[in-house]
């Protein structure tokens, strides 16, 4: 007992005694307050102290730690630490600890801020972790903070503002009735001192959130070379996942959406009408992603990936759809694309670990046993491909966000791949060749698209943004017999 003592009288000599929360009971009964900091206080308002700065861990009393570490940590991530200590039960304890950190007001933001030792309400700013902000700038994960020394400073964690008016947010913090996520009058209830706002620098915003569906937009370039002027939309979905897009020979273009994980097929008439409603060819409802080709004898196959596997669905030259077989039972594909080459095969690439392999089926309907790995790159995130006029084929792959092309010539022999754009920003890829042999390929950057074309001598032209739009996730294309080129996008 002694020993004990003696090392909190060395502690309260070597560290500077933090503020506390509020007063204690013993330190209220000493003090003159006015009512209304006693009502508050009946309320479980404010706190009951707080210890010295602790290291992070099951530390003696009043250890310090030598420098205060503050590592970069998203807002996101800040309210979910928060979120983690509520309905836990914890009493107010400055001389405890709860995962490594002092279960006080101070030691409970520190938390929250994944902190490299328990502070205190007067040593956040000399540490220099926190910085003063307006009200005007809080966001999740900033704090209302009461520094004053002694015994009266306290600090809360703000999540967001609970009112149009910004008179009360929704803040976590640890008072002398526990762990709340409560509604707060800003800056803090009455009778607890000045609190200000401030800011952990180390708390960055979170990234924007990756967009994965939207609606369906249609661009025409015209046999002539011009495009279309502005992009019309042909699916007001709004939760149209990806499309996939086809050709028959008689000039019908047939364009299929992914929407909660169903196919949808709709249909441009030769006169450039298109299909009122879509229609429903899948209704599996675990279809992650989708490829389509149509084949010289006027029937079309779509593809849907369930499960990392692939299932393959016939649509008959009458216009009735078959059952869905399963051709590649991998497991662990991540993306298709499909095209026909001119003597009725149709070709499917599958996208496995980052490498790339085809698997054919014939003319005469049967399918090669065993998938052959054509590129095994090990890092490619997203694939398309487009057959050539002349029987040729050629695969696109996405690499750190630039795109690589390889041929499959005519002997069924695969050259090694070309790097077509270095622009290391792009997401994704798709393709379609014109009657003349001309190979068009769409790109996605910063949600614009950009078009370049491989000539029939095999030069690559520089890419030509099409589409400026800024929201674009996923692409498609095919061409008409006409000439005509037909760009999809998923806009969201």
Same mark, same amino acid.
């Given at each position: 007992?002694?020993?004990?003592?003696?090392?909190?009288?060395?502690?309260?000599?070597?560290?500077?005694?933090?503020?506390?929360?509020?007063?204690?009971?013993?330190?209220?009964?000493?003090?003159?307050?006015?009512?209304?900091?006693?009502?508050?206080?009946?309320?479980?308002?404010?706190?009951?102290?707080?210890?010295?700065?602790?290291?992070?861990?099951?530390?003696?009393?009043?250890?310090?730690?030598?420098?205060?570490?503050?590592?970069?940590?998203?807002?996101?991530?800040?309210?979910?630490?928060?979120?983690?200590?509520?309905?836990?039960?914890?009493?107010?304890?400055?001389?405890?600890?709860?995962?490594?950190?002092?279960?006080?007001?101070?030691?409970?933001?520190?938390?929250?801020?994944?902190?490299?030792?328990?502070?205190?309400?007067?040593?956040?700013?000399?540490?220099?972790?926190?910085?003063?902000?307006?009200?005007?700038?809080?966001?999740?994960?900033?704090?209302?903070?009461?520094?004053?020394?002694?015994?009266?400073?306290?600090?809360?964690?703000?999540?967001?503002?609970?009112?149009?008016?910004?008179?009360?947010?929704?803040?976590?913090?640890?008072?002398?009735?526990?762990?709340?996520?409560?509604?707060?009058?800003?800056?803090?209830?009455?009778?607890?001192?000045?609190?200000?706002?401030?800011?952990?620098?180390?708390?960055?915003?979170?990234?924007?959130?990756?967009?994965?569906?939207?609606?369906?937009?249609?661009?025409?370039?015209?046999?002539?070379?011009?495009?279309?002027?502005?992009?019309?939309?042909?699916?007001?979905?709004?939760?149209?996942?990806?499309?996939?897009?086809?050709?028959?020979?008689?000039?019908?273009?047939?364009?299929?959406?992914?929407?909660?994980?169903?196919?949808?097929?709709?249909?441009?008439?030769?006169?450039?009408?298109?299909?009122?409603?879509?229609?429903?060819?899948?209704?599996?409802?675990?279809?992650?992603?989708?490829?389509?080709?149509?084949?010289?004898?006027?029937?079309?196959?779509?593809?849907?990936?369930?499960?990392?596997?692939?299932?393959?669905?016939?649509?008959?030259?009458?216009?009735?759809?078959?059952?869905?077989?399963?051709?590649?039972?991998?497991?662990?594909?991540?993306?298709?694309?499909?095209?026909?080459?001119?003597?009725?095969?149709?070709?499917?690439?599958?996208?496995?670990?980052?490498?790339?392999?085809?698997?054919?089926?014939?003319?005469?309907?049967?399918?090669?046993?065993?998938?052959?790995?054509?590129?095994?790159?090990?890092?490619?995130?997203?694939?398309?491909?487009?057959?050539?006029?002349?029987?040729?084929?050629?695969?696109?792959?996405? #690499?750190? =966000?630039?795109? /690589? %092309? &390889?041929? *499959? @010539?005519?002997?069924?022999?695969?050259?090694? $791949?070309? !790097? +077509?754009?270095?622009?290391?920003?792009?997401?994704?890829?798709?393709?379609?060749?014109?009657?003349?042999?001309?190979?068009?390929?769409?790109?996605? #950057?910063? =949600?614009?698209? /950009? %078009? &370049?074309? *491989? @000539?029939?001598?095999?030069?690559?032209?520089? $890419?030509? !943004? +099409?589409?400026?739009?800024?929201?674009?996730?996923?692409?498609?294309?095919?061409?008409?017999?006409?000439?005509?080129?037909?760009?999809?996008?998923?806009?969201?």
């Amino acid at each position: 007992m002694s020993s004990r003592s003696a090392l909190q009288r060395s502690a309260v000599a070597a560290v500077v005694v933090a503020a506390v929360c509020t007063a204690s009971p013993a330190a209220l009964a000493a003090a003159p307050i006015s009512a209304s900091t006693t009502t508050q206080a009946d309320k479980g308002y404010g706190s009951e102290g707080q210890g010295p700065v602790t290291p992070v861990g099951p530390s003696a009393f009043g250890a310090r730690s030598a420098a205060v570490t503050a590592p970069t940590i998203s807002r996101s991530s800040v309210i979910q630490r928060a979120a983690t200590w509520v309905g836990e039960g914890l009493d107010y304890n400055q001389g405890a600890y709860h995962d490594g950190y002092r279960m006080d007001c101070s030691g409970y933001v520190s938390m929250a801020w994944k902190l490299s030792s328990s502070l205190t309400t007067n040593t956040f700013a000399g540490a220099g972790v926190t910085k003063s902000i307006s009200k005007g700038d809080l966001k999740a994960g900033d704090a209302l903070l009461n520094d004053a020394a002694g015994n009266s400073g306290h600090v809360a964690l703000f999540h967001k503002w609970a009112n149009d008016a910004h008179t009360s947010y929704w803040g976590y913090e640890f008072s002398s009735s526990g762990v709340h996520h409560r509604e707060i009058p800003y800056p803090y209830f009455s009778g607890y001192g000045t609190f200000l706002p401030v800011r952990n620098t180390s708390v960055v915003d979170d990234a924007p959130p990756v967009k994965t569906a939207g609606t369906l937009w249609h661009r025409e370039l015209s046999a002539s070379g011009n495009w279309q002027a502005h992009a019309d939309e042909i699916d007001d979905n709004d939760a149209i996942n990806a499309s996939a897009a086809a050709t028959l020979p008689d000039g019908t273009l047939h364009v299929f959406s992914l929407v909660q994980g169903k196919i949808y097929d709709r249909t441009r008439s030769t006169n450039g009408t298109w299909q009122t409603a879509a229609t429903k060819i899948d209704d599996n409802g675990s279809i992650k992603d989708l490829s389509a080709a149509a084949l010289p004898d006027g029937t079309l196959h779509v593809q849907a990936l369930v499960n990392g596997d692939i299932w393959d669905r016939t649509r008959s030259t009458n216009g009735t759809w078959s059952n869905a077989t399963k051709i590649d039972d991998n497991g662990n594909i991540k993306d298709l694309t499909s095209a026909a080459t001119k003597d009725g095969t149709l070709h499917i690439e599958a996208l496995v670990d980052g490498t790339v392999w085809t698997r054919a089926r014939t003319a005469n309907g049967t399918w090669q046993t065993a998938a052959t790995k054509i590129d095994d790159n090990g890092s490619i995130k997203k694939i398309s491909s487009a057959a050539l006029p002349d029987g040729t084929l050629h695969v696109q792959a996405l #690499v750190n =966000g630039d795109i /690589w %092309d &390889r041929t *499959r @010539t005519t002997n069924n022999t695969w050259t090694n $791949a070309t !790097k +077509i754009d270095d622009n290391g920003g792009l997401t994704h890829v798709s393709a379609a060749t014109l009657p003349n042999g001309t190979l068009h390929i769409q790109t996605v #950057v910063n =949600g614009d698209v /950009w %078009d &370049r074309t *491989r @000539t029939t001598n095999g030069t690559w032209s520089n $890419a030509t !943004k +099409i589409d400026d739009n800024g929201s674009i996730i996923h692409t498609s294309a095919t061409t008409l017999p006409n000439g005509t080129l037909h760009i999809q996008t998923v806009a969201s």
